[in-house]
Each structure stands twice: as structure tokens, then as C-alpha cells.
């Protein structure tokens, strides 16, 4: 995983809107190179998504949809990411996260929306949500990323973005050693729908988060959208996971 100082000498080298916001090179700035998409295909090598969740899993496998998603009872109708979250992917995420790299999130979301477009039935959509962050980890960070990525895929698809259409009411602790089950349980309450929600009651619409893991957030905003009255969720993040045989 790449460090701060890592991102920092990176940017010195290769300045942003020289070319490739990944690595620098020749090429149209704000779009990843073909060398840096290549790379990130690597990582899909061998793995096809579920056709529910989104996540990564071995093409060899004849269920096309994994046991997690056979065994719940998911509220969306699809989720997808771009690419499995591991290697350059995942640096990439940890950079435009943690290293304020904001200027990723056009690149990012323009793959998304594509991705979108090719999937989704994207002329229903009433509006384009984020995956909301609670106000003191949005003060920590500067930004919310699902909030960048969302604006972006918003005006691309020409969809109105509704940036509070769910708000975070409780901070949660971090999720990153959590099984399914805890991540689940840590989230419960933790979101409402916002001052915007009339923009899609009854409607269907996008929602964009950075990565999908285990499907937990995801789910708990999918919960809180259909309590409300939102009649269909399509979800899109830049990365999802890798199943491991036993979600299979």
C-alpha cells in the first residue's frame, strides 16, 4: 500500500494534469492511461462478478451468484464495482482517500458512470446518493469521497445528485476487521434519509460509494431508501471485493 510520502514524491515527479493521473505519463489529463486500465484488468484475471453483489469471484465456478447473496436477501437490484479491490486498485483508493488525492475522483467516476451505462437502466433514474460520512470523520478527512465520486457520475449521466438525500446520524467505529455479521450490526441506525428525499420517493435510483466489501453499508442505506419508498436501488462503486471458495 502506497505511504503518504510515497503520494507526495509521485507528485512531485509526475504533476498533476501532466497526463495519466495515475502514473504520469502521456495521455489526456483527468483520464487513466491504457497501461495503468491494463494493469488494474490484471487484477480481474481469472475472476467474473457475481450478478447480484458485484463481487469478484473464480470464473471456474458455475453459480453465477455467490453464496452470500443466495443465503440474504439483498434490498438493490444490482451492485458493481470496476475492478476487484486489491493492488493498484486498492493503492489507488488509499491515495485518493487518505493522501488527498481528490483529483482521482474524476477519473474514477468517469469509469463508474461507464460501467453504469452498460448495466443499469440509467434513464430511470430519479437521482444519483452518496453513501453518506458522518460529520466528525468528514472534518478528519476534508471531504466525503462517495460525495466527489457522486457529483461526478451525476453530471456525466445527467442525473440530479442528491448530496443529502441520506445523512450519517451515528458515528460508527472503523469496519476494517469486522466480519459480515459485526459490520452489519455496527451500522444499524447509523443512517436516515436526508432534506433532499423527496427527490426520489417512489423512484428508482444510483447509489455510489467507493468500494463494496462486504455489502454492509450498502445494504443498511438500501434498508433506510426502501423504508422511505424508494422503489429500486442500483448500486456502483470503483472497486468490490474478492470472494474467497467459501462465499462461493
Not at 94 to 112: I, N, V
Amino acid at each position: 500500500m502506497l505511504s503518504g510520502v510515497t503520494s507526495v514524491i509521485r507528485g512531485l515527479l509526475f504533476p498533476q494534469g501532466v497526463g495519466c493521473p495515475m502514473c504520469g505519463r502521456s495521455g489526456t489529463p483527468r483520464h487513466i492511461c491504457r497501461v495503468c486500465l491494463e494493469m488494474w484488468a490484471e487484477q480481474a484475471y481469472g475472476l467474473v462478478p457475481c450478478e447480484k453483489c458485484g463481487r469478484f469471484q473464480a470464473v471456474k465456478e458455475e453459480e453465477k451468484i455467490c453464496q452470500d447473496c443466495r443465503n440474504s436477501d439483498a434490498l438493490y437490484c444490482i451492485a458493481r464495482g470496476v475492478a476487484p479491490y486489491e493492488g493498484p486498485v486498492r493503492d489507488a483508493l488509499h491515495d485518493f482517500k487518505f493522501c488527498g488525492r481528490r483529483d482521482l475522483a474524476y477519473s474514477f467516476a468517469e469509469l463508474m458512470a461507464s460501467l453504469a451505462v452498460s448495466l443499469f437502466p440509467v434513464s430511470s433514474f430519479a437521482a444519483v446518493i452518496p453513501v453518506p460520512l458522518h460529520e466528525v470523520r468528514y472534518r478528519e478527512r476534508g471531504f466525503n469521497q462517495a460525495s466527489l465520486l457522486a457529483g461526478v457520475v451525476s453530471r456525466i449521466l445527467k442525473i440530479p445528485m442528491a448530496e443529502e438525500g441520506l445523512v450519517r446520524i451515528r458515528e460508527t467505529p472503523s469496519q476494517t476487521s469486522l466480519t459480515r455479521e459485526q459490520r452489519q450490526a455496527n451500522l444499524k441506525g447509523a443512517f436516515e434519509v436526508g432534506t433532499q428525499s423527496m427527490m426520489f420517493k417512489g423512484k428508482t435510483v444510483l447509489l455510489v460509494d467507493d468500494v463494496y466489501t462486504t455489502g454492509a453499508t450498502v445494504q443498511e442505506c438500501s434498508r433506510v431508501l426502501m423504508d422511505f419508498g424508494v422503489r429500486e436501488i442500483y448500486v456502483v462503486t470503483l472497486a468490490s471485493g474478492i470472494l474467497t471458495p467459501s462465499h462461493y
